[in-house]
T-cell receptor
Framework: AQSVSQHNHHVILSEAASLELGCNYSYGGTVNLFWYVQYPGQHLQLLLKYFSGDPLVKGIKGFEAEFIKSKFSFNLRKPSVQWSDTAEYFCAVISNTNAGKSTFGDGTTLTVKP | KAGVTQTPRYLIKTRGQQVTLSCSPISGHRSVSWYQQTPGQGLQFLFEYFSETQRNKGNFPGRFSGRQFSNSRSEMNVSTLELGDSALYLC??????????????FGPGTRLTVL
């Protein structure tokens, strides 16, 4: 069974600090990887996705993630966070053999102090 | 193109009652999945329907059921509600036209409160 692990439950940063959120998955086959963001009171929004090709993917709002197949990781990064990035971030995996099912990590709450 | 819509957005029920939630996927999407989101358990997969057939099921009791209609709209039903069923229920749709088309698009959710 596939599983996703997010290393940090709660991250607190000051504005302009750099961000890296860890995500590791467990699955032996081909996967597609996603990062979602959920702002307070809002629904899940896709930040970025990886299907194939360049392992460094860029998403919205200045976010990027790097897929490292050998480490089963898909870490999310942003060089300089803003107060408006305060939200909960979820890493998710879909396997090509189970395309209708996303497996989510537990989420990381990011608080950015102004 | 309209996104995934879910109705109702908010619902309050009492223990023992049953509830039906509705989801309309993005036009052309044939796969609809349901998730339960709670502070303690995070996002948990309930089930997935594709062309009116349930293809995947998560680890939830039989009180949770669903169906999909020929127009791809889906409903989820929870019978004999328990306090622990209070959650945000999310619906997601996918095109599933092949590799690279399994991105899920999420609706705003239905917030269910069981008293």
């Amino acid at each position: 069974a596939q599983s996703v692990s997010q290393h940090n439950h709660h991250v607190i940063l000051s504005e302009a600090a750099s961000l890296e959120l860890g995500c590791n998955y467990s699955y032996g086959g081909t996967v597609n990887l996603f990062w979602y963001v959920q702002y307070p009171g809002q629904h899940l929004q896709l930040l970025l996705k990886y299907f194939s090709g360049d392992p460094l993917v860029k998403g919205i709002k200045g976010f990027e993630a790097e897929f490292i197949k050998s480490k089963f990781s898909f870490n999310l990064r942003k060089p300089s966070v803003q107060w408006s990035d305060t939200a909960e971030y979820f890493c998710a995996v879909i396997s090509n053999t189970n395309a209708g099912k996303s497996t989510f990590g537990d989420g990381t709450t990011l608080t950015v102090k102004p | 193109k309209a996104g995934v819509t879910q109705t109702p957005r908010y619902l309050i029920k009492t223990r023992g009652q049953q509830v039906t939630l509705s989801c309309s996927p993005i036009s052309g999407h044939r796969s609809v999945s349901w998730y339960q989101q709670t502070p303690g358990q995070g996002l948990q997969f309930l089930f997935e329907y594709f062309s009116e057939t349930q293809r995947n099921k998560g680890n939830f009791p039989g009180r949770f059921s669903g169906r999909q209609f020929s127009n791809s709209r889906s409903e989820m039903n929870v019978s004999t509600l328990e306090l622990g069923d209070s959650a945000l229920y999310l619906c997601a749709s996918s095109l599933l036209a092949g590799v690279g088309y399994n991105e899920q698009f999420f609706g705003p959710g239905t917030r269910l409160t069981v008293l």
